[in-house]
């Protein structure tokens, strides 16, 4: 039977104002999006059977620092999505969205006045370290009060490269290892970023070229549902410039001789061989330099000027590489989109990803245009795994 639409006389007796409310509320911004954890089987997380071990997850994700949003920069945005109010809401929800047990953060501004206490709300506790210099953005990791218990903690600025340098005669490193490149020039990352930097001295000077004022932190967790097995936790920001692969390079092999360090001094003082996770914006596509060199412990294309260190890099594989692939992006802007976040972990018996945050595809709405925008508050996507302990093998 076809139906006849018939009017309802009750609406025309409405208020005229009735009709205004209806527009406000169809025409609502969107509100960030909430991204799903998947499981390396395919399925929702949520609908696996009952895990064999323990399991936590662990996000990474530069939320762009406040001090970085300007229109100027970021013209492509809808001018309400970039002003702090709307911004560090919307990424307290997505923060609190995530449900992860460890969050890894890069370009952190404003962790005192607004991120420390209102993420102690939503149940974490953190450690941060501010960049060096005249920077005021860092790295933070909150974590789960009732999930981990922080045990040791070291901070890692990379202005202490200058410290290892070899004392060369006129104080000037090999100009051909300082030029060289990683082949990846078309890199842009976040605009603010690429401001031109301020005249520090002879950029071929390796004490002035190594001093980036980039930071990390090595954090070392116990697990209160696994009180005898710890883990630890690695957050960085490695230098965006595309031009001085030596720096990046000479930061990986940093951060990788301290993460060893770090291991070992939590092995002795503990009695118990840790399970690593390294996470952050390494500011590097899959298959350059700096990715091979963390991913196989290949340091021998490093600056030699760079004094090494005894301790054997630590192996590490990626988390999205070893599951589902590398995402085509994590960073997305009408000047560059590509592959900058991952999470490494070292592979071992005890430890497996079960799980990763899905992203969007370059053709989802939600990126259209270049972010940050409504739906996604950083130019950024958060990345995210779920790993599993085998209780019956950990220390």
Avoid at 261 to 267: A, E, H, I, M, T
Wanted: hydrophobic letters at 35%.
């Amino acid at each position: 039977m076809q139906r006849v639409a018939i009017a309802n006389p009750r609406l025309s007796l409405l208020p005229s104002s009735f009709s205004r409310i209806r527009l406000r509320k169809m025409s609502t911004k969107p509100s960030p999006v909430s991204q799903k954890f998947v499981s390396v089987e395919g399925a929702d997380v949520h609908s696996r059977s009952k895990p064999d071990g323990f399991r936590f997850r662990l996000v990474s994700y530069n939320i762009l620092a406040q001090v970085y949003v300007k229109s100027s920069l970021f013209p492509y945005s809808p001018s309400p999505c970039l002003r702090w109010k709307a911004r560090s809401q919307a990424i307290l929800t997505v923060l609190k969205n995530l449900g992860a047990d460890f969050l890894c953060l890069q370009e952190v501004d404003e962790y005192d006045g607004f991120y420390k206490g209102k993420m102690e709300i939503l149940g974490y506790s953190g450690l941060y370290i501010q960049r060096s210099g005249r920077k005021r953005d860092g790295c933070g990791i909150f974590y789960k009060q009732d999930r981990a218990e922080l045990v040791l903690e070291e901070k890692i600025d990379y202005n202490d490269l200058v410290n290892s340098i070899e004392d060369n005669k006129d104080g000037s490193a090999n100009k051909d290892t300082l030029e060289q490149s990683n082949g990846n020039r078309n890199i842009q990352t976040n605009p603010a970023s690429t401001n031109t930097p301020e005249n520090r001295g002879d950029p071929n000077d390796p004490r002035v070229r190594l001093k980036r004022d980039c930071v990390g932190i090595l954090a070392a967790f116990r697990l209160k549902d696994l009180s005898r097995h710890l883990i630890v936790v690695a957050n960085t920001y490695i230098y965006w410039d595309p031009k001085w692969a030596d720096v990046k390079l000479a930061q990986a092999k940093y951060l990788l001789s301290r993460l060893a360090q770090f291991r070992d001094l939590v092995s002795e003082k503990f009695d118990c061989i840790p399970s690593v996770i390294v996470a952050g914006d390494f500011n590097s596509t899959p298959g350059d330099k700096v990715y091979q060199s963390l991913v196989s412990g290949d340091l021998s294309s490093t600056t030699p000027e760079i004094e090494c260190l005894d301790e054997l890099p630590i192996p590490l594989r990626s988390v999205y590489a070893s599951t589902r692939g590398e995402p085509s992006f994590t960073n997305c802007t009408p000047d560059f989109t590509g592959t900058l976040d991952y999470i490494f972990f070292c592979p071992s018996s005890d430890i497996k990803p079960v799980g990763f945050l899905e992203l969007p595809g370059s053709d989802s709405e939600e990126v259209v245009g270049g972010l940050p925008n409504y739906y996604h508050p950083s130019d950024h996507l958060p990345i995210g795994a779920e790993f599993e302990l085998d209780c019956d093998k950990v220390c």
